[in-house]
């Protein structure tokens, strides 16, 4: 017998508090490489639409 999942409850809790100033700096870093990693993302998605 299948089980069905009909709800899904997800809790994160998210601290961007910096705890040192090189902290701080790797944390700015981190959020730079993140946000390239996604630009590079939607460039793909967007060409591979153009392809249709």
Known sequence: MPV??????VKITVSDKPQSSSSETNS???????????????????SKKQER
């Open 28 to 46: 700015q870093e981190g959020k730079e490489v993140i946000i390239a990693a996604c630009v590079e993302q939607v460039l793909e998605i967007l």
């Open 4 to 9: 069905e999942i009909k709800e899904l409850i």
